[in-house]
């Protein structure tokens, strides 16, 4: 074994530089700062909410099955407290969109056309109050997952989700609706006497009217997905053809009208909500 000379002189072994015990060059020799090193994961992987917890599939698909329940209900209970008043609403609409309302009477072409007319429009209702419901039970069962911000945010979708489902219901009652009918009139006057069935027309009324509901919540799904990090407005800007398309095939495929007037108005009314919910982003800088 060689030994150090016990000189005051002499300098003790290095372990800064040259050779160290273990033979490797002090350049190649671990850091012993007390850093750690850095990992992969750093920047791709933040903790959740304190409250946030796993739960085994089965749980996640019956509490989603319980708060769709939910849904289910309340939309029921409104549809039991309306339905009395459904003739006059089905009155009221009559007057205010078919052409000579008190000439061109509906017709009905089979016992049961009144009474599921009725259930129609006491559905309307339910669908505008489930709206809400709904996006309150989709916040219950995300809450877990979500920032005290986000739930403030997420709480605040609630009433704003049937403001903007009655606005389109308005919408479509005010300024849709006298549009269609006119057009038909006018599409179909010199050829033929038009004779209003009340479950046809009450099909294209109550169609439109709920498809409004819907398509004006696009603002809300819009913003609340870009507060949950899934989109960005920068993202939907650059796919905007590809909801564009979307929003035209989705019109066309579940319209009533052969015509394409009413598709065309709906594909229209989706894209300047879409448009306008992203140019109101970009002004706010968010």
């Given at each position: 074994?060689?030994?150090?000379?016990d000189s005051p002189d002499s300098d003790p072994p290095s372990t800064d530089g040259g050779t160290a015990q273990s033979g490797l060059p002090a350049e190649e020799t671990p850091p012993t700062d007390g850093t750690d090193t850095p990992s992969v994961d750093d920047g791709l992987?933040?903790?959740?909410?304190?409250?946030?917890?796993?739960?085994?599939?089965?749980?996640?698909?019956?509490?989603?099955?319980?708060?769709?329940?939910?849904?289910?209900?309340?939309?029921?209970?409104?549809?039991?407290?309306?339905?009395?008043?459904?003739?006059?609403?089905?009155?009221?609409?009559?007057?205010?969109?078919?052409?000579?309302?008190?000439?061109?009477?509906?017709?009905?072409?089979?016992?049961?056309?009144?009474?599921?007319?009725?259930?129609?429009?006491?559905?309307?209702?339910?669908?505008?109050?489930?709206?809400?419901?709904?996006?309150?039970?989709?916040?219950?069962?995300?809450?877990?997952?979500?920032?005290?911000?986000?739930?403030?945010?997420?709480?605040?979708?609630?009433?704003?989700?049937?403001?903007?489902?009655?606005?389109?219901?308005?919408?479509?009652?005010?300024?849709?609706?006298?549009?269609?009918?006119?057009?038909?009139?006018?599409?179909?006057?010199?050829?033929?006497?038009?004779?209003?069935?009340?479950?046809?027309?009450?099909?294209?009324?109550?169609?439109?009217?709920?498809?409004?509901?819907?398509?004006?919540?696009?603002?809300?799904?819009?913003?609340?997905?870009?507060?949950?990090?899934?989109?960005?407005?920068?993202?939907?800007?650059?796919?905007?053809?590809?909801?564009?398309?979307?929003?035209?095939?989705?019109?066309?495929?579940?319209?009533?009208?052969?015509?394409?007037?009413?598709?065309?108005?709906?594909?229209?009314?989706?894209?300047?909500?879409?448009?306008?919910?992203?140019?109101?982003?970009?002004?706010?800088?968010?």
């Amino acid at each position: 074994m060689a030994e150090y000379p016990d000189s005051p002189d002499s300098d003790p072994p290095s372990t800064d530089g040259g050779t160290a015990q273990s033979g490797l060059p002090a350049e190649e020799t671990p850091p012993t700062d007390g850093t750690d090193t850095p990992s992969v994961d750093d920047g791709l992987v933040s903790d959740g909410p304190e409250s946030d917890e796993e739960m085994p599939l089965a749980d996640h698909i019956e509490e989603m099955m319980k708060r769709l329940g939910v849904v289910f209900l309340v939309a029921g209970i409104v549809m039991i407290v309306v339905y009395p008043f459904a003739g006059d609403t089905i009155n009221f609409l009559w007057a205010s969109h078919i052409p000579e309302a008190a000439t061109n009477r509906p017709r009905l072409y089979g016992p049961l056309e009144f009474i599921l007319t009725k259930l129609k429009v006491a559905g309307l209702a339910g669908l505008v109050v489930g709206l809400p419901v709904f996006v309150y039970q989709t916040y219950r069962f995300m809450r877990p997952g979500l920032y005290p911000t986000e739930r403030r945010y997420y709480l605040a979708s609630v009433p704003t989700s049937l403001v903007l489902g009655v606005l389109g219901v308005l919408f479509a009652h005010f300024l849709v609706l006298p549009f269609i009918f006119e057009y038909f009139t006018q599409y179909t006057g010199d050829a033929a006497t038009v004779a209003y069935g009340l479950q046809e027309t009450f099909n294209l009324i109550l169609i439109l009217m709920g498809w409004m509901a819907l398509i004006f919540q696009i603002p809300l799904f819009i913003m609340l997905a870009i507060m949950m990090g899934l989109v960005t407005r920068q993202w939907l800007e650059a796919k905007r053809l590809v909801f564009w398309g979307a929003f035209l095939g989705i019109a066309f495929l579940f319209s009533p009208d052969p015509t394409g007037m009413a598709p065309i108005i709906v594909t229209l009314t989706m894209v300047g909500l879409f448009e306008g919910t992203l140019a109101l982003l970009r002004w706010t800088g968010n």
